[in-house]
Protein backbone atom coordinates (compact mmCIF):
# COMPACT_ATOMS: atom_id res chain seq x y z
CA UNK A 1 0.00 0.00 0.00
CA UNK A 2 1.04 2.81 -0.98
CA UNK A 3 2.32 5.76 1.64
CA UNK A 4 2.76 9.47 2.00
CA UNK A 5 6.42 9.90 3.31
CA UNK A 6 8.06 12.97 5.00
CA UNK A 7 11.83 12.40 5.09
CA UNK A 8 14.29 14.63 7.11
CA UNK A 9 17.82 13.99 6.73
CA UNK A 10 16.94 13.11 3.27
CA UNK A 11 19.75 14.65 1.27
CA UNK A 12 22.80 12.36 2.80
CA UNK A 13 24.15 9.45 1.36
CA UNK A 14 21.40 7.27 2.95
CA UNK A 15 18.34 9.70 1.81
CA UNK A 16 19.45 9.90 -1.88
CA UNK A 17 19.36 6.06 -2.52
CA UNK A 18 15.83 5.56 -0.03
CA UNK A 19 14.27 8.34 -1.59
CA UNK A 20 14.51 7.20 -5.62
CA UNK A 21 13.58 3.69 -4.17
CA UNK A 22 10.62 4.45 -1.74
CA UNK A 23 9.46 6.84 -5.43
CA UNK A 24 10.22 3.66 -7.75
CA UNK A 25 7.92 1.87 -5.33
CA UNK A 26 5.13 4.15 -5.91
CA UNK A 27 4.80 6.56 -2.59
CA UNK A 28 4.91 10.09 -2.07
CA UNK A 29 7.57 11.37 -1.13
CA UNK A 30 8.05 14.53 1.04
CA UNK A 31 11.02 16.06 2.40
CA UNK A 32 12.44 18.68 4.77
CA UNK A 33 15.28 20.68 4.18
CA UNK A 34 17.27 24.06 5.16
CA UNK A 35 17.51 25.63 1.79
CA UNK A 36 14.90 25.60 -1.49
CA UNK A 37 16.01 23.33 -4.19
CA UNK A 38 13.81 21.65 -6.54
CA UNK A 39 13.71 17.18 -6.59
CA UNK A 40 11.79 15.94 -9.59
CA UNK A 41 8.63 13.72 -7.83
CA UNK A 42 9.43 15.41 -4.46
CA UNK A 43 7.90 18.18 -2.34
CA UNK A 44 10.37 20.38 -0.58
CA UNK A 45 9.56 22.10 3.04
CA UNK A 46 11.68 24.15 4.58
CA UNK A 47 12.75 23.59 8.31
CA UNK A 48 15.90 24.62 10.51
CA UNK A 49 16.18 22.49 13.27
CA UNK A 50 19.01 24.74 15.05
CA UNK A 51 16.37 27.70 14.99
CA UNK A 52 13.57 25.05 15.84
CA UNK A 53 11.51 26.80 12.71
CA UNK A 54 9.52 24.43 10.48
CA UNK A 55 6.61 24.43 7.96
CA UNK A 56 3.55 23.13 9.18
CA UNK A 57 2.23 22.11 6.05
CA UNK A 58 4.79 19.52 5.30
CA UNK A 59 2.57 17.10 7.45
CA UNK A 60 -0.62 17.26 6.04
CA UNK A 61 -1.73 13.96 4.64
CA UNK A 62 1.64 12.47 6.01
CA UNK A 63 1.46 8.69 7.68
CA UNK A 64 5.14 7.83 7.68
CA UNK A 65 7.85 9.98 8.58
CA UNK A 66 11.70 8.92 8.60
CA UNK A 67 14.21 10.64 10.28
CA UNK A 68 17.95 10.32 9.27
CA UNK A 69 19.10 14.19 10.29
CA UNK A 70 22.19 14.33 12.10
CA UNK A 71 26.18 16.07 11.57
CA UNK A 72 28.50 13.84 10.41
CA UNK A 73 30.37 11.86 13.13
CA UNK A 74 33.19 11.62 11.75
CA UNK A 75 33.49 14.95 9.54
CA UNK A 76 35.49 17.69 12.35
CA UNK A 77 37.30 17.15 15.26
CA UNK A 78 35.91 16.40 18.38
CA UNK A 79 35.61 19.74 20.88
CA UNK A 80 32.99 20.21 23.22
CA UNK A 81 31.48 22.28 20.49
CA UNK A 82 30.92 19.88 17.81
CA UNK A 83 30.18 17.07 19.96
CA UNK A 84 27.02 19.47 21.22
CA UNK A 85 26.51 19.60 17.56
CA UNK A 86 26.44 16.06 16.97
CA UNK A 87 23.79 15.24 19.69
CA UNK A 88 21.53 18.61 19.37
CA UNK A 89 21.25 17.61 15.52
CA UNK A 90 19.70 14.59 16.28
CA UNK A 91 17.93 15.47 19.42
CA UNK A 92 16.43 18.73 18.10
CA UNK A 93 15.17 17.22 14.97
CA UNK A 94 13.18 14.85 16.79
CA UNK A 95 11.63 17.63 19.27
CA UNK A 96 10.96 19.75 16.34
CA UNK A 97 8.66 17.22 14.41
CA UNK A 98 7.43 16.05 17.49
CA UNK A 99 6.18 19.74 18.46
CA UNK A 100 5.19 20.08 15.09
CA UNK A 101 2.91 16.75 15.04
CA UNK A 102 1.17 17.57 18.30
CA UNK A 103 0.42 21.09 17.03
CA UNK A 104 -1.03 20.19 13.83
CA UNK A 105 -2.71 16.90 15.32
CA UNK A 106 -1.36 15.45 12.06
CA UNK A 107 -2.68 11.84 11.55
CA UNK A 108 1.06 10.36 11.76
CA UNK A 109 0.70 6.64 12.05
CA UNK A 110 4.77 5.82 11.76
CA UNK A 111 8.05 7.21 12.88
CA UNK A 112 11.03 5.67 11.81
CA UNK A 113 14.67 6.80 12.96
CA UNK A 114 18.10 6.58 12.05
CA UNK A 115 19.94 4.92 15.15
CA UNK A 116 23.56 3.42 15.61
CA UNK A 117 25.02 0.54 17.24
CA UNK A 118 27.30 3.24 18.61
CA UNK A 119 24.78 2.82 21.73
CA UNK A 120 26.35 -0.42 22.84
CA UNK A 121 29.80 1.30 23.48
CA UNK A 122 32.74 -0.92 22.96
CA UNK A 123 32.28 -4.36 24.18
CA UNK A 124 34.84 -6.59 22.78
CA UNK A 125 33.91 -10.12 22.04
CA UNK A 126 30.02 -9.90 23.66
CA UNK A 127 27.48 -10.57 21.04
CA UNK A 128 24.81 -7.61 21.27
CA UNK A 129 21.71 -8.02 20.51
CA UNK A 130 18.54 -5.30 20.66
CA UNK A 131 18.23 -6.39 24.35
CA UNK A 132 21.78 -5.72 25.41
CA UNK A 133 22.87 -3.13 27.96
CA UNK A 134 23.58 0.54 26.45
CA UNK A 135 27.15 1.19 26.87
CA UNK A 136 29.31 4.18 27.98
CA UNK A 137 31.16 6.52 26.44
CA UNK A 138 30.34 9.80 24.08
CA UNK A 139 28.97 7.60 20.82
CA UNK A 140 27.11 5.60 23.66
CA UNK A 141 25.16 8.87 25.43
CA UNK A 142 24.13 10.06 22.08
CA UNK A 143 22.92 7.18 20.64
CA UNK A 144 20.73 6.93 23.86
CA UNK A 145 19.35 10.98 23.43
CA UNK A 146 18.46 10.30 20.24
CA UNK A 147 16.69 7.11 20.67
CA UNK A 148 15.14 8.70 24.00
CA UNK A 149 13.90 11.46 21.50
CA UNK A 150 12.48 9.04 19.27
CA UNK A 151 11.04 7.21 21.85
CA UNK A 152 8.79 10.60 22.61
CA UNK A 153 6.82 9.75 19.77
CA UNK A 154 5.37 6.42 21.22
CA UNK A 155 3.23 8.91 23.41
CA UNK A 156 1.14 10.26 20.48
CA UNK A 157 0.10 6.44 19.70
CA UNK A 158 2.51 6.61 16.67
CA UNK A 159 4.81 3.25 15.93
CA UNK A 160 8.34 3.79 16.58
CA UNK A 161 11.38 2.14 14.51
CA UNK A 162 14.66 3.27 15.51
CA UNK A 163 17.45 1.70 13.08
CA UNK A 164 20.76 0.98 14.56
CA UNK A 165 22.70 1.39 11.41
CA UNK A 166 26.63 -0.23 11.47
CA UNK A 167 29.62 0.73 8.79
CA UNK A 168 27.77 2.06 5.86
CA UNK A 169 29.68 0.51 2.63
CA UNK A 170 28.88 2.70 -0.52
CA UNK A 171 30.82 3.33 -3.61
CA UNK A 172 29.20 7.14 -3.37
CA UNK A 173 31.04 7.66 -0.02
CA UNK A 174 30.74 7.57 3.69
CA UNK A 175 32.82 5.55 6.01
CA UNK A 176 34.29 3.05 3.07
CA UNK A 177 35.69 6.12 1.34
CA UNK A 178 38.22 7.01 4.11
CA UNK A 179 39.02 2.98 4.68
CA UNK A 180 40.64 2.50 1.08
CA UNK A 181 42.61 5.47 0.77
CA UNK A 182 45.65 3.98 2.73
CA UNK A 183 45.04 0.81 0.77
CA UNK A 184 45.35 2.10 -2.35
CA UNK A 185 48.23 4.19 -1.39
CA UNK A 186 49.64 0.82 -0.61
CA UNK A 187 49.98 1.76 3.34
CA UNK A 188 46.97 -0.31 4.60
CA UNK A 189 47.13 -2.04 7.82
CA UNK A 190 45.02 -3.47 10.74
CA UNK A 191 43.95 -0.81 13.45
CA UNK A 192 45.09 -1.09 16.82
CA UNK A 193 45.06 -4.28 17.88
CA UNK A 194 42.80 -5.38 14.82
CA UNK A 195 40.76 -7.63 17.08
CA UNK A 196 37.86 -5.35 17.42
CA UNK A 197 34.36 -6.21 15.48
CA UNK A 198 33.03 -3.95 12.76
CA UNK A 199 29.80 -4.47 12.08
CA UNK A 200 29.03 -3.40 8.50
CA UNK A 201 26.32 -3.21 6.08
CA UNK A 202 26.01 -2.50 2.15
CA UNK A 203 23.80 0.65 1.72
CA UNK A 204 21.41 -0.80 -0.23
CA UNK A 205 20.44 -3.31 2.18
CA UNK A 206 20.26 -0.48 4.77
CA UNK A 207 17.83 1.53 2.39
CA UNK A 208 15.87 -1.78 1.66
CA UNK A 209 15.41 -1.94 5.92
CA UNK A 210 14.18 1.71 6.01
CA UNK A 211 11.38 0.40 2.89
CA UNK A 212 10.81 -2.90 5.08
CA UNK A 213 10.31 -0.79 8.04
CA UNK A 214 7.40 1.83 6.20
CA UNK A 215 5.80 -1.43 5.03
CA UNK A 216 5.97 -3.90 8.35
CA UNK A 217 3.67 -2.69 10.65
CA UNK A 218 4.43 -5.23 13.10
CA UNK A 219 8.44 -3.80 13.67
CA UNK A 220 8.42 -1.62 16.51
CA UNK A 221 11.44 -0.64 18.68
CA UNK A 222 14.87 -1.02 17.92
CA UNK A 223 16.71 -3.03 15.22
CA UNK A 224 20.67 -3.40 14.41
CA UNK A 225 20.61 -2.86 11.11
CA UNK A 226 24.02 -4.40 10.57
CA UNK A 227 25.10 -7.41 7.95
CA UNK A 228 24.40 -10.72 9.94
CA UNK A 229 28.38 -11.35 10.00
CA UNK A 230 30.50 -8.77 11.15
CA UNK A 231 33.86 -9.15 11.19
CA UNK A 232 37.00 -8.37 12.57
CA UNK A 233 39.29 -4.85 11.96
CA UNK A 234 41.65 -6.98 10.51
CA UNK A 235 39.30 -9.24 8.45
CA UNK A 236 38.17 -6.20 7.65
CA UNK A 237 41.03 -4.90 6.18
CA UNK A 238 42.73 -7.67 4.73
CA UNK A 239 39.34 -8.39 2.61
CA UNK A 240 39.71 -4.58 0.97
CA UNK A 241 43.12 -5.59 0.30
CA UNK A 242 42.46 -8.54 -1.87
CA UNK A 243 39.46 -6.95 -3.71
CA UNK A 244 41.72 -3.90 -4.69
CA UNK A 245 44.68 -6.12 -5.20
CA UNK A 246 46.31 -4.27 -2.51
CA UNK A 247 48.99 -5.90 -0.02
CA UNK A 248 48.15 -5.26 3.34
CA UNK A 249 50.66 -4.37 6.15
CA UNK A 250 51.97 -7.02 8.58
CA UNK A 251 51.71 -4.97 11.21
CA UNK A 252 49.24 -3.15 12.52
CA UNK A 253 48.90 0.80 13.33
CA UNK A 254 48.87 1.43 17.27
CA UNK A 255 46.38 2.91 19.02
CA UNK A 256 48.67 6.26 20.65
CA UNK A 257 49.47 6.63 17.17
CA UNK A 258 45.81 6.96 16.18
CA UNK A 259 44.94 9.37 18.88
CA UNK A 260 48.08 11.44 18.09
CA UNK A 261 46.23 11.77 14.12
CA UNK A 262 42.69 11.84 15.24
CA UNK A 263 42.53 13.35 18.99
CA UNK A 264 39.34 11.38 20.93
CA UNK A 265 37.44 10.57 17.24
CA UNK A 266 40.54 7.78 17.46
CA UNK A 267 37.98 5.41 19.54
CA UNK A 268 35.91 5.45 16.38
CA UNK A 269 37.93 2.85 14.27
CA UNK A 270 38.85 1.19 17.62
CA UNK A 271 35.34 -0.03 19.13
CA UNK A 272 34.53 -3.55 19.47
CA UNK A 273 30.63 -3.84 18.47
CA UNK A 274 29.85 -7.53 17.85
CA UNK A 275 26.26 -7.22 16.84
CA UNK A 276 23.05 -9.90 16.12
CA UNK A 277 21.08 -9.36 12.99
CA UNK A 278 18.76 -11.82 14.68
CA UNK A 279 16.05 -9.70 15.14
CA UNK A 280 15.82 -7.75 11.89
CA UNK A 281 16.04 -12.00 9.99
CA UNK A 282 12.98 -12.31 12.26
CA UNK A 283 10.60 -9.71 10.47
CA UNK A 284 11.26 -11.62 7.31
CA UNK A 285 13.71 -9.29 6.06
CA UNK A 286 16.56 -10.96 3.42
CA UNK A 287 20.10 -9.51 3.14
CA UNK A 288 21.31 -9.15 -0.58
CA UNK A 289 24.93 -9.31 0.97
CA UNK A 290 26.09 -11.22 3.33
CA UNK A 291 29.28 -11.98 3.04
CA UNK A 292 31.98 -8.80 3.15
CA UNK A 293 33.71 -10.09 -0.07
CA UNK A 294 30.83 -10.24 -2.29
CA UNK A 295 29.64 -6.34 -0.67
CA UNK A 296 33.00 -5.06 -1.71
CA UNK A 297 33.29 -6.44 -4.67
CA UNK A 298 29.90 -5.28 -5.92
CA UNK A 299 30.68 -2.15 -5.08
CA UNK A 300 34.16 -1.93 -6.64
CA UNK A 301 32.88 -3.50 -9.71
CA UNK A 302 29.80 -0.56 -10.34
CA UNK A 303 32.34 1.66 -9.76
CA UNK A 304 34.20 1.19 -13.04
Same mark, same amino acid.
Do not use: C
Given at each position: MAKNILIAGATGLVGEQLISKLLADGHQISILARKAFQKEG?? *?? $??????? =?????? #????????????? &????KPWTA?????? /?????????????AIKETNATVESYISASAVGIYGDREDEVLDEESLNGTGFMADCCIAWEKAADQFI? #? &???????????? $????????????? +????? *???? $?????????? /??IDDLVNIFVHA *???????? @??? @?? @??? +? *? =??????? =? #?GKVLRRPIWPFNVPKFVLK? /?????? /?? +???? =???????? $????FQFRYLNLEEALKAIYEHKK
Open positions: VK *VF $LWDVYQQ =TIDNQA #LEGIDTIINLTGE &GIADERKQQI /IDSRVKSAELIFRT #L &GIRVVKVRIGIV $LSEKGGALASMEK +PVNYF *VGAG $LGTGKQWMPW /IH *VADKNMFD @AYN @AT @APS +P *V =TNQTFTK =T #LA /ILGEMS /IL +PLIS =TNTSAQKM $LNTG
